[in-house]
């Protein structure tokens, strides 16, 4: 099983870096926003700083796991080869898991040029065990989101899932305090991302490179919703796995 795993890793890596769109996307967005915002607003304070390159990773990582996941589910399904993929004995899960594997190398790629701007241009202070506790939160804390990518990626045509997972992540990521401070909003805002699971994530990852203790609300829901989105995401591959052997 393992070897099957990696060969449809490598088979989606190689046809992600044949049109490393995504891959740029995933990783410019980010960085330009630390440049923009972070570097000359924050850059002078560490723990802002440090929290900020926090959220500019986790923003990249989910950019990697909500869109380009789906997209790329979508765009699948509507090649003939999926259908064939979908008959042979080795089942669903080595081309599922190839599929996640192959997301999380694009996401921890996203983030290099987030950690270069901010190890360059502000006095972020992340130790090599808050960078090691950082990637792991990361992996983590994007769960829901790879998930709801699935989601939409098998309930949806690619040009619907374009439109759809890029109007879930904007508000998700500002909602959640990614692209702004929570303390910057209205308190009926902070209230409602508690309920997010872009709050729930930034917590993870702000107590991963800061030490700050996470708001429990929050990482309950991110729990909750990883269970919502699981579920979402195994009816809808049954639900196309039906109509296409009907």
Known sequence: MSSLILAHTRYLMIEQLRVPIGLVASSFFPAATMLAFVVP??????????????SMMLFGAISAALISLS???????EQPWNPYLRTLPAGPLPAFAGRIVTTVIAMFISVIPVLIIAAAFTTAQITPLRLALALGALAAATIPFMLLGLFIGYM????????VSQVAFFPLAIL?????????????????????????????????????APNVTALVTLAVWIVVTAALAAWAYRRDEGRRFA
Do not use: C, H, Y
Not at 41 to 54: E, H, I, K, W
């Open 41 to 54: 607003f924050a850059g002078d304070d560490p723990v802002n700083a440090t929290r900020a390159t926090g």
């Open 176 to 212: 959640g305090g990614l692209l702004l401070p929570l303390q910057m909003m209205p308190s009926f805002v902070q209230t409602l991302s508690l309920f997010l699971p872009s709050r729930g994530a930034g917590e993870l990852m702000w107590w991963a490179v800061t030490g700050v």
């Open 71 to 77: 997209i790329s589910v979508s765009q699948d399904r």
């Open 156 to 163: 949806m045509p690619s040009k619907g899932a374009i439109a």
